[in-house]
């Protein structure tokens, strides 16, 4: 039996030819040095809590009702009040960020089902939404 090895050469990917998913527009905005908080406004993404989360323990330690105005962020702290914009139909809540949800992409906040009920997206599962931290004299 006869072997033949055949030396396969492969070139690395150019810059040029890369493809890349076509991301999800994100802004940050800053606010004036006075206020605490770093982060004016993130345009991102809403989805809410799934029915099987109904009682279960936040990382706050309160326990998750579909019918409050709370919220999961990824990094805003645990407390803050935040005012969401569905940039669909520009209709607001303001949640409270009482858990953590997953380190993504993209600016992310997770609702509780009646905050998805007030900014109209119940059904649709995800909307593009303005995320704005309130400032503390205001909460």
């Given at each position: 039996?006869?072997?033949?090895?055949?030396?396969i050469?492969?070139?690395?990917l150019?810059?040029?030819?890369?493809?890349?998913?076509p991301?999800?527009e994100?802004?940050?905005?800053?606010?004036?040095?006075?206020?605490?908080?770093?982060?004016?406004?993130?345009?991102?993404i809403?989805?809410?809590?799934?029915?099987?989360?109904?009682?279960?323990?936040?990382t706050?330690?309160?326990?998750?009702?579909?019918?409050k105005?709370?919220a999961?962020?990824?990094?805003?702290?645990?407390?803050?009040?935040?005012?969401?914009?569905?940039?669909?139909?520009?209709?607001e809540?303001t949640?409270?960020?009482?858990?953590?949800?997953?380190?993504?992409?993209v600016?992310?906040?997770?609702l509780?089902?009646?905050?998805?009920?007030?900014?109209?997206?119940?059904?649709?599962g995800?909307?593009?939404?303005?995320?704005?931290?309130?400032?503390?004299?205001e909460s």
């Amino acid at each position: 039996m006869l072997l033949m090895l055949l030396p396969i050469h492969t070139l690395p990917l150019l810059a040029a030819e890369k493809v890349e998913k076509p991301a999800v527009e994100t802004s940050v905005e800053k606010v004036e040095p006075q206020q605490k908080s770093v982060v004016n406004k993130l345009v991102g993404i809403a989805s809410y809590y799934a029915k099987k989360f109904h009682g279960r323990r936040t990382t706050s330690g309160e326990r998750y009702h579909p019918e409050k105005m709370t919220a999961a962020h990824q990094s805003l702290p645990l407390g803050t009040r935040v005012l969401v914009r569905n940039l669909a139909n520009d209709k607001e809540v303001t949640v409270v960020v009482n858990d953590r949800c997953r380190k993504k992409s993209v600016p992310f906040i997770d609702l509780s089902r009646a905050a998805a009920r007030k900014l109209g997206f119940l059904g649709s599962g995800v909307t593009k939404v303005a995320i704005i931290p309130l400032p503390e004299e205001e909460s």
